[in-house]
């Protein structure tokens, strides 16, 4: 939620908003900085200056937790519907996720972050693999729509190419390659390997 979005809410509303966003931030802070198995709800609860009863008004569980605000679905889907003419789906997706790499900072820490935080976590991968299928899901839709027809099988295997891009973004692969790396040094090795990504997925004929 925008600043401009959070000022036009009711008060009422506007104080719900804060508290939720309190608490994602807490819990994002303290997975990355400890993993998601050595944090546990009450602690959250603290970090975010509210009760566990208050937590739980917002969130039904801490694996709830791990997941919430996840945004970068509506950004690929944004980013597709919003490229240039000549530029290729896989080109836009690289571009959108090149963007968050710079918008990181210091892209090797936020991965070392993500993995400590989410990767390393047995109780978070039925999650995530779930997460990645309905992105998948998101595309296909968007691919089929942009064509004006029904889904096809060519559909989803680009679609799943195209969430391959982000997905390994993410993997112990990719942290690996820019572990120890500057920031600037980590930020443009990922951006030459969206690149090459892109280049390697062929759309659908």
Known sequence: MT????AALPLRERKKALTRAAIVDAARRLFEER?????????????????VKTLFVYFRSKEDLAFADNDLIDVLITALAARPPGTSHAEAVAAALA??????????????GF???YGQSAALQA?????????E????????????????????LYAA????????????????????????QAAAALER?????????TPPG
């Open 3 to 6: 600043p401009d979005q959070l």
């Open 35 to 51: 993993g998601f198995d050595n944090v546990t709800v009450a602690e959250i609860a603290d970090a975010a200056n509210v009760s």
């Open 99 to 112: 963007a968050q790499v710079r918008a990181e900072g210091d892209p090797a820490a936020g991965l070392e």
């Open 115 to 117: 993995h400590r935080g």
């Open 127 to 135: 999650g995530l693999l779930r997460m990645w299928a309905e992105y």
């Open 137 to 156: 899901d998101r595309i296909t839709a968007f691919l089929a729509d942009e064509a004006g027809t029904g889904p096809t099988p060519r559909m989803r």
């Open 161 to 184: 190419q195209l969430i391959a891009i982000a997905r390994t973004l993410t993997s112990p692969e990719m942290r690996a390659l820019v572990v120890g790396l500057p920031a600037e």
């Open 193 to 201: 390997w969206l690149q090459a990504a892109a280049r390697s997925v």
